[in-house]
C-alpha cells in the first residue's frame, strides 16, 4: 500500500504536471496566435509603470469599486487563494520536506489558512447557488472547479491533519489523487483564469499607460 | 409531402439562420489578441455587476450583469474558436450551433442594456474590458445587418453625407457664415476670419454637426477664444466631423472613413495640429482609435480644444474673472474622456479658473458614472425606457452635489444629462466648459469705444 502511495505521491505527480505544463504551453500559444492590435498613435504617458500597477491590481483592493464596497469579499479572495496555495504546496512538502511539517508553527499556519479556504469556498459555492446574476452566468465548469478547489483544501486539511495524528494512509490517497486529478483537470477549466491573467492585464496597462489612462495629472500637450 | 412539409426544413433558405450563420466567420476575422484575453479571462466572480449602472439600478434583475452581456458573444467565441467548447460546449457555457442564436435578442442586449462605459473593466479583477466585447458584438451585428434603425440611420448618413446630420456643403459654409458674423458682432470687430480648406494654418477644426445645424454657440464660442489668441485656424471643407459612429456601432471600416477624411484633410491643408471641439466620443474616436481603424500613423499632435484653452489660459492669451460665476457648479466626467482618453484633470484646472464655488461630485474622474446616453443611445429610442430607469444612478449622484449646474465635456452627455434631469425633476442647468469659458471671459475693449 505504502508502494500505491509513492506511485501517486511521485510518479503520477509529476506525469500530471508535465501534462499540465504542456496543455499550459499550447494554451499560450494558441492566445498568442491572435494578432495584437498595433497601437499607431502617439503615447501621452509612460505604459511601463502602469503596467507594472495593473499586473498588480489584484493586490490592490482599493482600487476597485467591490472590494471597497465589499471588503470581506476581497478577504474571502485572499483566504481561498492562500488556500490554494497552501494545498499545492503540500503536493510538495509531504513527499519532499517532510521534516517542514514538524513545526508546529508552520503546521498551524497550514491548517487554518486550508480550513478557512475551505469555509470560504462552500460560502462561495452558496452565494454562486443563491444570488440570481451569478446563477445565471455560472457554467457547470464554474461549479464543479469550486466544489473541486473546496473538496481539495479539505483533502490538504485531511490529509496533514491524519499525518500528524499517524492515522493511516487513506487521507494522504485521497489528497493526492485528489491533486493528480486537480492538475489534470486545470487546463480544461476556469481554473487555467492565472495563466491568462498577465497577458490580459498586461493589455489593459499598456493601453492605459499609452493614453495617460488614471495617472491623476494633466498629460503633456500631445 | 404536404406544402408546408415542403416548405420547412430551410430548403428555400431562411435569411435568418443564413445571417446567424455568417457570425462565427465575422467573430473569427474580427478578434484581436486583446479581446480574446477578455473572452477567456472571466472567471463569473459577478463583481463586474457591483460597477455597473445598470446592474446597480435593478439589482433584481440578472441580466443586466456585465458579465452576462458578454458572455452572450463569448458563448459563440467558445463554441467555434476555442477546442474545449468545442469538445464539451455545455460544460464551459459555450452556445449551441449558431443557427440557433438569437440574433435580436442579442442585438437588444448589446446595443440596449450597456453605454460601454467601461466602468465594469476598471472594476474587473482580471482586467476583463467587457466594453470591448460589448463593441465587438455590436459590430458583427451591424455587419449582418441585425441593427437598431436610428443607429442604422446615423451610420448611414455618416458614409453618405460625410457627417451625421447630413449637413450639406451649402448648409455649412453659411452656418459658418453666420458664426463670423456673430463673432465680430459679440466682439465688436469687423476681421474675424473662420477659414474653410485654408492651408498651413496651425491647426485644424473638427466640430460635432449639432455646433454647425442646431447649436452653434460652441463654436461661436471656440471662434472667439481663437480669435483672441490669434490662432491661425481652419476647418476643411470635408472631414470636419469629429464624431464617428464606428465607434458606438462597432464598425471599424466606418471608424475608419470617418476618421481618415480628418486625418486626410490635415495633410492635404498641411495643419500642424488637430483640434476637437468639446465631444467625449469624438475625442476618443479622432485621438486614439481612428488612427488604428484608418491605418494611419498619428504624425501630427491632436488635442481636445480643452488642451487648447489651458494652454490659451496658462500663456495669458485669453484672460478670465472668476469673480463672474457664482452659481455652484460640478463636473460629469465622460467615460469617452476619462475612462478612455485620461483627461480627468484638465477640464477640473480649467473649471477652477473661472468659477468661486466648484462642487465634485462622487465618485468622479475614472470612477464616474456613465450620463446613461452613452455609446448611441440617444439614437436608439426604443431602449429610452430602462435608460431611463437605470439613470437613476446617476440622478441621484447630481442631487448630491446640491449644485446649480452640471458641467460637462461632451455633447453626448451634455443631450443625456438634460434627459434624465428632465426625466427626474431636477433642479439643474447643464452647461460645457466653452460656454462657461466664455461667460467668464474678460473681453478687450471695443475698438473705438
Not at chain 2, 450563420?21 to 477567456?40: D, E, F, K, Y
Not at chain 2, 455649412?172 to 476670419?193: A, C, M, T
Not at chain 2, 495633410?267 to 475625442?283: D, F
Not at chain 2, 457664482?326 to 460629469?332: D, I, K, M, N, P
Request: hydrophobic share 40%; net charge positive.
Amino acid at each position: 500500500m505504502n508502494e500505491f502511495l509513492g506511485i501517486i505521491q511521485h510518479k503520477l505527480h509529476m506525469a500530471v504536471l508535465a501534462f499540465m505544463g504542456i496543455a499550459y504551453v499550447l494554451r499560450i500559444i494558441w492566445l498568442l496566435n491572435f494578432s495584437a492590435a498595433r497601437e499607431r498613435t502617439l503615447p501621452a504617458g509612460q505604459p511601463a509603470g502602469v503596467v507594472v500597477s495593473s499586473l498588480l491590481a489584484v493586490a490592490k483592493p482599493w482600487t476597485r469599486e467591490g472590494s471597497n464596497r465589499n471588503p470581506v469579499f476581497y478577504v474571502q479572495f485572499v483566504l481561498f487563494h492562500l488556500g490554494a496555495a497552501a494545498a499545492i504546496s503540500l503536493t510538495y512538502f509531504i513527499p519532499y520536506r517532510p521534516e517542514l511539517l514538524k513545526y508546529g508553527l508552520f503546521m498551524r499556519t497550514l491548517q487554518i489558512t486550508l480550513g478557512a479556504a475551505f469555509v470560504v469556498g462552500l460560502l462561495r459555492l452558496y452565494r454562486r447557488l443563491a444570488e440570481p446574476s451569478l446563477r445565471m452566468i455560472s457554467t457547470p465548469d464554474d461549479y464543479f472547479a469550486l466544489i473541486m478547489m473546496t473538496a481539495f483544501y479539505a483533502a490538504a486539511l485531511g490529509a496533514i491533519s491524519v499525518n500528524s495524528l499517524m492515522m493511516g494512509n487513506g487521507p494522504l490517497w485521497a489528497f493526492f489523487l485528489m491533486a493528480a486529478f486537480f492538475h489534470f483537470y486545470v487546463p480544461f477549466s476556469k481554473i487555467i483564469h492565472y495563466l491568462y491573467y498577465p497577458f490580459t492585464r498586461y493589455y489593459l496597462g499598456k493601453t492605459m499607460g499609452h493614453r495617460n489612462i488614471g495617472n491623476g495629472k494633466i498629460s503633456g500637450l500631445s | 409531402m404536404n406544402a408546408n412539409t415542403h416548405l420547412s426544413g430551410n430548403r428555400l433558405g431562411d435569411p435568418a439562420l443564413a445571417t446567424a450563420g455568417r457570425i462565427p466567420a465575422l467573430l473569427r476575422a474580427r478578434i484581436n489578441r486583446q479581446t480574446a484575453c477578455s473572452m477567456v479571462t472571466c472567471v463569473h466572480c459577478g463583481e463586474c455587476a457591483q460597477s455597473c449602472h445598470y446592474a446597480l439600478a435593478r439589482p433584481h434583475d440578472p441580466f443586466m450583469s456585465p458579465a452576462y452581456k458578454a458572455d452572450q458573444i463569448r458563448k459563440i467565441f467558445n463554441r467555434h474558436l476555442d477546442w474545449l467548447g468545442r469538445v464539451f460546449p455545455r460544460w464551459v457555457g459555450a452556445g449551441g450551433k449558431t443557427e440557433e442564436t438569437d440574433l435580436s435578442r442579442l442585438k437588444d442586449i448589446v446595443f440596449g442594456t450597456c453605454s460601454g462605459c467601461r466602468r465594469c473593466t476598471f472594476n474587473c479583477p482580471m482586467g476583463v474590458d467587457n466594453a470591448a466585447l460589448i463593441r465587438l458584438a455590436r459590430g458583427i451585428l451591424m455587419e449582418v445587418g441585425v441593427v437598431p434603425q436610428g443607429m442604422s440611420n446615423v451610420c448611414r448618413n455618416q458614409w453618405e453625407m460625410g457627417n451625421q446630420m447630413r449637413v450639406t456643403e451649402e448648409d455649412f459654409i453659411d452656418s459658418l457664415s453666420w458664426v463670423r458674423d456673430e463673432v465680430q458682432y459679440e466682439l465688436g470687430v469687423n476681421d474675424v476670419e473662420i477659414g474653410v480648406d485654408k492651408e498651413d494654418c496651425d491647426f485644424i477644426y473638427a466640430v460635432n454637426p449639432r455646433e454647425v445645424k442646431y447649436d452653434p454657440r460652441s463654436l461661436i464660442n471656440a471662434a472667439k477664444f481663437f480669435y483672441l489668441a490669434g490662432e491661425s485656424w481652419t476647418l476643411p471643407r470635408h472631414g470636419w466631423d469629429q464624431t464617428n459612429f464606428g465607434l458606438f456601432s462597432g464598425d471599424d471600416r466606418l471608424g475608419a472613413f470617418m476618421a481618415g477624411n480628418l486625418y486626410q484633410a490635415a495633410a492635404r491643408l498641411r495643419a500642424k495640429r488637430i483640434v476637437v471641439s468639446e465631444c467625449g466620443h469624438g475625442y476618443r474616436s479622432v485621438r486614439w482609435e481612428g488612427y488604428n481603424w484608418a491605418k494611419h500613423n498619428q504624425t501630427i499632435p491632436t488635442e481636445s480644444v480643452i488642451e487648447t484653452i489651458i494652454r490659451y489660459l496658462r500663456e495669458g492669451m485669453i484672460k478670465v474673472d472668476r469673480s463672474r460665476y457664482r452659481a455652484s457648479v460640478t463636473f460629469h466626467d465622460s467615460c469617452n474622456v476619462a475612462r478612455y482618453s485620461g483627461l480627468v484633470e484638465e477640464p477640473r484646472w480649467i473649471l477652477k479658473q473661472i468659477c468661486s464655488d466648484f462642487r465634485e461630485m462622487h465618485p468622479n474622474g475614472m470612477n464616474n458614472f456613465c450620463c446613461t446616453g452613452g455609446s448611441g443611445l440617444l439614437v436608439m429610442p426604443e431602449y429610452r425606457d430602462i435608460r431611463l430607469e437605470v439613470a437613476k444612478i446617476k440622478a441621484e449622484q447630481l442631487k448630491t452635489t446640491g449644485a446649480d449646474v452640471v458641467c460637462t465635456m461632451c455633447h453626448n452627455c451634455r443631450d443625456g444629462l438634460g434627459d434624465l434631469i428632465s426625466h427626474y425633476q431636477l433642479d439643474m442647468k447643464v452647461v460645457q466648459i466653452m460656454d462657461l469659458v466664455a461667460g467668464a471671459l474678460i473681453l478687450p475693449e471695443k475698438q473705438g469705444s
